[in-house]
């Protein structure tokens, strides 16, 4: 069952990011998370956006999804929530709005290859249709280490490369769009 990220949903979300972390152990090549957040992070986050979407089976969730519309992309900025993405949040923030900035998708390696990332897609999709916002931007790590399975796995879903940036930490991601 797809549904939005509840405040008590930040503990499981951020144990989730743990595991998918590069840094890791648990890292599967099946795509990765470069950063993890502090549960206060995931739950803040939880708070801010109504496009934050978890799927859950058993009542245990398997996948997220954390995303924002412009606005509050925008306030989130000003907060400084969002510091660690300076080159990412200069690029998209001077983006015509309104659109979707997604910032994190995971999905638990033991579930992986069962439609659950597709899934969480499609929720957010069908809401972006029903508010209107035709635009959605991503961004996946190329350098040091290119996240060749979410670059593929995003392609394939109608995603396409509009830019490549550098944060302050060096790395570099490659911007993505998707269009409704």
Known sequence: MIRKAKEND???ICDLAEILHIGKKGVTLKGFLVYVLPESGYFARIRLSKYFYVSENNNLIDG????Y???TLKDMQKKRLLSHEDGI???????PEPYIFADQIG?????QQKGIGLTLWH??????KKNKINVLYGAILHKPICNKHSIDYHRKLGFVQVSEVKN?????????KYSI
């Open 10 to 12: 930040a503990k499981f």
């Open 64 to 67: 997220f999804l954390m995303s």
């Open 69 to 71: 519309n412009s606005k």
């Open 89 to 95: 949040m200069q690029f998209v923030s001077n983006l």
């Open 107 to 111: 999905v638990n390696p033991k579930t």
């Open 123 to 128: 929720k957010l999709f069908a809401d972006m």
């Open 168 to 176: 302050k930490d060096n790395n570099i991601w490659g911007i993505y």
